[in-house]
T-cell receptor
Framework: GAGVSQSPSNKVTEKGKDVELRCDPI?????LYWYRQSLGQGLEFLIY????????KSGLPSDRFSAERTGGSVSTLTIQRTQQEDSAVYLC?????????????FGPGTRLTVL | GENVEQHPSTLSVQEGDSAVIKCTYS??????FPWYKQELGKRPQLIID?????GEKKDQRIAVTLNKTAKHFSLHITETQPEDSAVYFC???????????????FGTGTRLTIIP
C-alpha cells in the first residue's frame, strides 16, 4: 500500500506564528514516531505514539511543541510561537503491529523554515 | 538513556573498494540495530538491520556485524559504486516483537563519498 505521507512538504513561517505538521502513517501501523533533522545533522527523536497515546514525549524540546494522534492514524505536530531554531526537517515514521514488519518507514518530511 | 556514537563522520573511498562504518551503543537492553541511507534531500531509507540474536547479516554488497559483548556494530559495503554516495545513519532501539519499538536513537551520520 501507500507509504508514510507528510504535509506540507515545505512550510515557511514568520517567527512567533504557530504551525501544524501532518503525518499519515502506513495503513494499519500502530506506532508512529516524530523526529527532527537540522541541516547536516542527525535525527533527533521528538515523540512516539502507540495507538493514540504517547508513552514517550521525552524528545519534545519545549512546551511550545505538542503532538496528538487521533483514530490511531493521522498525527499532527504543532509548534507554537515558532522560533528560528525550530527550522529543520520534521520526519515521521510508522511501524506495524502484530503480523507487520518491525521496520520504521519514514515519510518524506516537512521542511520548516522560520524567518 | 541510549547513546549511539558513529565513526567516521566522513569517509571517502575509491570506487570498487570497501567501506566500513562503525557504531557503539550504551544500553545493553537494545536489541535492534538498523542502518539507514539518506541521499541529499530525501528521506532515510532502511538498507539493512540486525537483531541481537545474530552476529552477522548480509544482503548482496552490504553486511552488518554485531558484537553484543562490546556493544558495537558495523556496516560493511563491498565493491562500492558511485550510487553508494550518501549519508549513512546507524541506530539502536529496544524492539518489542510485533508491537513496535521504542524510539530509535541515531548516530550522528557518516557522509560516504565514492571516488570514481
Amino acid at each position: 500500500g501507500a507509504g508514510v505521507s507528510q504535509s506540507p512538504s515545505n512550510k515557511v513561517t514568520e517567527k512567533g506564528k504557530d504551525v501544524e505538521l501532518r503525518c499519515d502513517p502506513i495503513s494499519g501501523h500502530t506506532a508512529l514516531y516524530w523526529y527532527r533533522q537540522s541541516l547536516g545533522q542527525g535525527l533527533e527523536f521528538l515523540i512516539y505514539f502507540q495507538g493514540n497515546s504517547a508513552p514517550d514525549k521525552s524528545g519534545l524540546p519545549s512546551d511550545r511543541f505538542s503532538a496528538e494522534r487521533t483514530g490511531g492514524s493521522v498525527s499532527t505536530l504543532t509548534i507554537q510561537r515558532t522560533q528560528q531554531e525550530d527550522s529543520a526537517v520534521y520526519l515521521c515514521a510508522s511501524i506495524g503491529g502484530p503480523g507487520h514488519t518491525d521496520t520504521q518507514y519514514f515519510g518524506p518530511g516537512t521542511r520548516l523554515t522560520v524567518l | 538513556g541510549e547513546n549511539v556514537e558513529q565513526h567516521p563522520s566522513t569517509l571517502s573511498v575509491q570506487e570498487g573498494d570497501s567501506a566500513v562504518i562503525k557504531c557503539t551503543y550504551s544500553d545493553s537492553a537494545s536489541n535492534y540495530f538498523p542502518w539507514y541511507k539518506q541521499e541529499l534531500g530525501k528521506r532515510p531509507q532502511l538498507i539493512i538491520d540486525i537483531r541481537s540474536n545474530v552476529g552477522e547479516k548480509k544482503d548482496q554488497r552490504i553486511a552488518v556485524t554485531l558484537n553484543k559483548t562490546a556493544k558495537h556494530f558495523s556496516l560493511h559495503i563491498t565493491e562500492t559504486q558511485p550510487e553508494d554516495s550518501a549519508v549513512y545513519f546507524c541506530a539502536a532501539s529496544i524492539l518489542y516483537r510485533g508491537f513496535g519499538n521504542e524510539k530509535l536513537t541515531f548516530g550522528t551520520g557518516t557522509r560516504l563519498t565514492i571516488i570514481p
